[in-house]
């Protein structure tokens, strides 16, 4: 029995990090249109304001913000899906 290769990780997270790219690009350049204007509302997740930690000697600040949209996760899955046939 023949062993299917498999890539490392990170071109997975690669390949999703693209697609997301993608369909935000996508979504941008299509939310003016009414008809597609559900592409481009989005949901957004994550540290708003930031948490900050000062020491004196030291200033920590965390934040992140995750945002999502439906031609977002399309070109995610899209991605996937193509690089499952690869």
Do not use: H
Not at 5 to 30: H, M
Not at 31 to 55: E, I, K, N, W
Not at 70 to 83: K, R, S
């Amino acid at each position: 029995m023949a062993r299917r290769y498999r890539s490392p990780w990170w071109v997975l997270v690669f390949v999703i990090v693209i697609g997301g790219f993608l369909g935000s690009v996508i979504a941008e350049a299509v939310g003016q249109y009414p008809a597609f204007q559900f592409l481009a509302r989005s949901v957004g997740a994550g540290l708003d304001p930031p948490l900050t930690v000062d020491l004196r000697l030291l200033r920590l600040t965390i934040g992140f913000t995750v945002r999502l949209n439906l031609a977002m996760l399309v070109g995610i899955i899209l991605a996937i899906w193509i690089y499952r046939l690869l």
